[in-house]
Structures are given as structure tokens and as C-alpha cells.
């Protein structure tokens, strides 16, 4: 049993010419459709009502040459009792631009490592169940939750009192006060606190090139 799906449009387009594996040109395959192959009788015909696994084929030809139905899979279809489905892939290196996207393993349900016929996916998974999955989950959320809580209580008492406040009137003191935030708002209050510096513009600019070994001074005036 032989059928066409539409991937992109609903109608049949010119079919892409290409070079199958000995190099021989053809264009039996459009390449807006799938070749999809079924048992006979399917979907009417067994368990699940008429549900069976999907096995996708891609061809080789090194990514550049090839198409989908260079294979047969009525063998593979009839064997396994699966839906086999062909398609051309000839993308070349551009078919692996969108590899680190993550949505093709999001799409085969997160199993690449799954091999049809050699490892079942009964196999290819830890034996874990939903209740180790839960508590894990729990343990680290309690876990993440201590530690955030301790950090943003250490952080609040660092804002409000600083990391070291010096007792007042210690030799040490104006050393201290400007590493404790509210300290050094505490130890400059009351005096002269901050002292601005302009730099005065000078009408002739003076050169500077890799000779000179410092800078050229500018003339400084304190407010």
C-alpha cells in the first residue's frame, strides 16, 4: 500500500532532479511529498486500533546524492509491521545548521539514542520511576530554596550593616569606614566630604605621539 502526504503544498510540483547512488539522473520523487509504505489492510487491521510504530528511512549518497526511494520498503514494512517512511534528504553541510536547535531530539521523544530492530525503547531507558522522579524534583527544590533564602538574608545584613564596622573612636577607624557602607556615610557627616576636580580646556591641544614619555600635564583647578 502505497500513498502520498503533502509536507508543504497540496498539489504536485516539478520534481527534484538528481543523481541516485550510481549517478544515474532521475526524478521518479517530488520533493514536497514523503513515501509513506503500510502493511496491507492497515489502518483497519490490528491491535490499538489499527496503531502501529512510524520508522523513518533516510538514505545515504553522503548527504549530496540519493533519493528516498532507492530502497525498497515494503520489506521493512511487511517484516516489522511498521510504517515505513522515505524522503529525500540532500541537504549537504547546510543540513546540520539547525542540529544544536534541539526540537528534532524535542520531536523523536527525546530518545536518539533508540535504534529501530537492534535497541527497543524498553531498553534504551532507566528503570525510574515517576515516584524517584518526584522526589528528586522535591529535594532539590528544597535544597535551591535554603540556599536562596540563606543568600538573600546574608545580603540584607550586609546593605543595612556593612561587613566590618569599626567601634567609634578606634585608631583603626578611618580605615574601616570606607569598606562599611552606612559606616563611611556615618564618618563623613558633618565635614567637608567630597572634592571636585575639573580639568581646564586649553585653546592650543598639545600632541602626544610614542616619543613622549609621559603624558602631557593639563592645568588643574579645585572647587
Known amino acids: ?20 547512488v550510481v549517478r544515474r539522473p532521475s526524478d521518479t520523487e517530488d520533493c514536497l511529498y514523503l513515501n509513506v509504505t503500510a ?15 512510524v520508522m523513518v528511512w533516510i538514505h545515504g549518497g553522503g548527504l549530496t546524492s540519493g533519493q528516498g526511494d532507492d530502497y525498497g520498503a515494503t520489506r521493512l514494512a511487511v517484516d516489522g509491521d511498521v510504517i515505513v517512511v522515505t524522503l529525500n ?12 536547535s534541539g526540537w528534532i531530539v524535542a520531536e523523536v521523544g527525546r530518545q536518539p539514542f533508540t ?3 537492534v535497541l527497543r525503547t524498553a531498553e534504551s531507558v532507566a528503570p525510574v520511576t515517576a515516584a524517584q ?9 528544597i535544597v535551591y530554596a535554603i540556599i536562596f533564602t ?7 545584613r550586609i546593605a543595612v550593616r556593612g561587613f566590618d564596622d569599626a567601634p ?32 581646564a580646556i586649553t585653546s592650543t591641544p598639545r600632541r602626544w ?15
Do not use: Q
Not at 502520498?4 to 543523481?19: E, G, L, P, V
Not at 502493511?39 to 510504530?53: A, D, E, I, K
Not at 522522579?133 to 527544590?141: R, Y
Not at 583603626?172 to 559606616?183: I, K, L, Q
Open 168 to 199: 567609634a573612636g578606634s585608631p583603626d577607624e578611618e580605615h574601616r569606614a570606607p569598606g562599611t557602607p552606612m559606616g563611611a556615610v556615618r564618618d563623613l557627616s558633618g565635614r567637608e566630604s567630597f572634592s571636585y576636580r575639573s580639568t
Open 133 to 141: 522522579v518526584a522526589t528528586s524534583l522535591l529535594v532539590f527544590m
Open 1 to 20: 500500500m502505497m500513498a502520498k502526504i503533502a509536507s508543504i503544498s497540496t498539489t504536485r510540483k516539478i520534481a527534484c532532479t538528481t543523481d541516485d
Open 89 to 100: 534528504y540532500r541537504l549537504g553541510a547546510l543540513g546540520f545548521l539547525a542540529v544544536v
Open 115 to 117: 535504534v529501530y530492530g
Open 39 to 53: 502493511p496491507r489492510g492497515w489502518p483497519t487491521r490490528g491491535s490499538w486500533f489499527g496503531l502501529r510504530p
Open 150 to 156: 540563606a543568600g538573600a538574608v546574608y545580603i540584607a
Open 209 to 223: 605621539n610614542a616619543m613622549m614619555t609621559s603624558l602631557p600635564s593639563s592645568p588643574a583647578a579645585t572647587c
